[in-house]
């Protein structure tokens, strides 16, 4: 029987597991999107729901608290400063998941988990913009030049 299991162990022992959910806590805090297994995703997004409702409060107990978790001393920061206030109307459900599929070697379940709030960078979504515009321009140069080089053909035959 299954019954009362609290959590996915992740089929590793605990130093390891410990590690994973330090590791993964704080790359989600940094990059706000991250890219994993589903059973992972699950059992992080417990973890960094927990330090988010903690850093809605910036308290010292809370900074301590959390520190254990989050690695990075500027992701702490950032916690605190950027994302708990950003979250301070939410009653929890700070991130979500989204599925992406199997994952071509292994057929694992490929997740991506965001915060909710999290939107893509401007200058990426700018550049894209400005590509985008450059390769029109190039081809609206190749259509006049085509259409200039048959002009002077038929002038030519004229």
Same mark, same amino acid.
């Given at each position: 029987?299954?019954?009362?299991?609290?959590?996915?162990?992740?089929? $590793?022992?605990? @130093?390891?597991? =410990?590690? *994973?959910?330090?590791? !993964?806590?704080?790359? +989600? #805090? /940094?990059?706000?999107?991250?890219?994993?297994?589903?059973?992972?995703?699950?059992?992080?997004?417990?973890?960094?729901?927990?330090?988010?409702?903690?850093?809605?409060?910036?308290?010292?107990?809370? $900074?301590?608290? @959390?520190?254990? =978790?989050? *690695?990075?001393?500027? !992701?702490?920061?950032? +916690? #605190? /400063?950027?994302?708990?206030?950003?979250?301070?109307?939410?009653?929890?459900?700070?991130?979500?998941?989204?599925?992406?599929?199997?994952?071509?070697?292994?057929?694992?379940?490929?997740?991506?988990?965001?915060?909710?709030?999290?939107?893509?960078?401007?200058?990426?979504?700018?550049?894209?913009?400005?590509? /985008?515009?450059?390769?029109?321009?190039?081809?609206?140069?190749?259509?006049?030049?085509?259409?200039?080089?048959?002009?002077?053909?038929?002038?030519?035959?004229?």
């Amino acid at each position: 029987m299954k019954h009362r299991i609290g959590f996915n162990r992740l089929e $590793r022992n605990a @130093a390891h597991r =410990k590690s *994973l959910h330090r590791n !993964m806590v704080t790359s +989600l #805090f /940094k990059y706000e999107r991250i890219e994993t297994t589903k059973s992972k995703a699950l059992e992080i997004r417990r973890t960094a729901e927990k330090l988010i409702t903690r850093a809605k409060e910036d308290t010292v107990h809370n $900074r301590r608290i @959390a520190g254990e =978790k989050v *690695l990075d001393p500027a !992701m702490l920061v950032k +916690l #605190f /400063k950027e994302i708990g206030p950003r979250m301070k109307d939410r009653n929890g459900g700070y991130t979500r998941i989204l599925k992406l599929g199997a994952r071509q070697g292994d057929g694992a379940m490929m997740v991506i988990l965001e915060l909710v709030d999290y939107k893509l960078d401007e200058k990426k979504e700018k550049e894209r913009q400005v590509r /985008k515009e450059r390769r029109q321009k190039a081809k609206a140069e190749e259509k006049e030049e085509k259409t200039d080089g048959k002009a002077e053909k038929a002038e030519a035959k004229e």
